[in-house]
T-cell receptor, first 111, second 114 residues
Framework: QQQVKQSPQSLIVQKGGISIINCAYENTAFDYFPWYQQFPGKGPALLIAIRPDVSEKKEGRFTISFNKSAKQFSLHIMDSQPGDSATYFC??????????FGKGTRLHILP | KAGVTQTPRYLIKTRGQQVTLSCSPI?????VSWYQQTPGQGLQFLFE???????NKGNFPGRFSGRQFSNSRSEMNVSTLELGDSALYLC?????????????FGPGTRLTVL
């Protein structure tokens, strides 16, 4: 019940295309859903996060879509650029508790 | 504001040895979490310390331990190293709310067990 399942494991997208990464969770007590981006040789960094009281959050080219009834959320990267090539982790947590991360998606944007 | 620092950045040990990793959080952050990152398992939570007390713990054996000092700096220790302990160990600091606050990660310590 504490798992966060992330797919796909790897993704190749043409420059200018839309990258979509999906995650699913089981614990309905989770109330915070962040996405982290990690470049080689660096630690993960927060990209965007959402709470379950909204269905969508957009920051620039990055959008989280959240479906509370389906217990799923996804990251959409519009107009994907080579600089977006990185590993992306979805996660879920609740206050004062640990964060549960998905296993990551390695995204490669073709120039 | 200085970021999270971890030392050392690279370590090579042999099976059976023990190792201590260090993490200095961002100034003002009182929560420090540790994660193990491997290609197959992604980011796995080890433990979290807040105000020198372990607040949350992941599903790792007792060979993995940690502590936090009064200045919020944290150390983790792995005893009796096994080949499977080879991984990138990441430390993250955050404000007191822990799970629902932004985690600021350090660059990690790459541990290789031979």
């Amino acid at each position: 019940q504490q798992q966060v399942k992330q797919s796909p494991q790897s993704l190749i997208v043409q420059k200018g295309g839309i990258s979509i990464i999906n995650c699913a969770y089981e614990n309905t007590a989770f109330d915070y859903f962040p996405w982290y981006q990690q470049f080689p040789g660096k630690g993960p960094a927060l990209l965007i996060a959402i709470r379950p009281d909204v269905s969508e959050k957009k920051e620039g080219r990055f959008t989280i879509s959240f479906n509370k009834s389906a217990k799923q959320f996804s990251l959409h990267i519009m107009d994907s650029q080579p600089g977006d090539s990185a590993t992306y982790f979805c996660a879920a947590s609740m206050r004062d508790d640990k964060i549960i991360f998905g296993k990551g998606t390695r995204l490669h944007i073709l120039p | 504001k200085a970021g999270v620092t971890q030392t050392p950045r690279y370590l090579i040990k042999t099976r059976g040895q023990q190792v201590t990793l260090s993490c200095s959080p961002i100034s003002g952050h009182r929560s420090v979490s540790w994660y193990q990152q491997t290609p197959g398992q992604g980011l796995q939570f080890l433990f979290e310390y807040f105000s020198e007390t372990q607040r949350n713990k992941g599903n790792f054996p007792g060979r993995f331990s940690g502590r936090q000092f009064s200045n919020s700096r944290s150390e983790m220790n792995v005893s009796t190293l096994e080949l499977g302990d080879s991984a990138l160990y990441l430390c993250a600091s955050s404000l007191p709310s822990g799970g629902t606050d932004t985690q600021y990660f350090g660059p990690g310590t790459r541990l290789t067990v031979l």
